[in-house]
């Protein structure tokens, strides 16, 4: 049994912040890797970060050097700190993890860039 919740999207102005959380109701959360995806409208969902058990973390190249992904493994919740946000960003945000990957999609959050 796995549930994957998220938060934290919203609206912001091209160059701004936002973090966002998902909160993972997983056994044995600190033993699997997570990562965040995210969708625009009509397109396909695509990875975006990925960070390991030991926290290793990997970017598509289109956020990297704006997103950082990390886990606080004592609340079993993975972050998503996002800089210098471009109106391209703008998606519906997932996160993912567990034994059973791509089956328990949450609700995800939205994040709407523009001016």
């Known amino acids: 049994q796995v549930q994957l919740v998220e938060s934290g999207g919203g609206w912001v102005q091209p160059g701004g912040s936002l973090t966002l959380s998902c909160a993972a109701s997983l056994r044995r959360f600190s033993a699997f890797a997570m990562a965040w995806y995210r969708q625009a409208p009509e397109k396909q969902r695509e990875f975006i970060a990925g960070i390991t058990s030991g926290g290793t973390t990997n970017y598509v190249d289109s956020v990297k050097g704006r997103f950082t992904i990390s886990r606080d493994n004592a609340k079993n919740t993975v972050y998503l700190q996002m800089n210098s946000l471009k109106p391209e960003d703008t998606a519906v945000y997932y996160c993912?993890?567990?034994?059973?990957?791509?089956?328990?999609w949450g609700q995800g959050t939205q994040v709407t860039v523009s001016s």
């Open positions: 993912d993890g567990g034994p059973s990957p791509y089956e328990h």
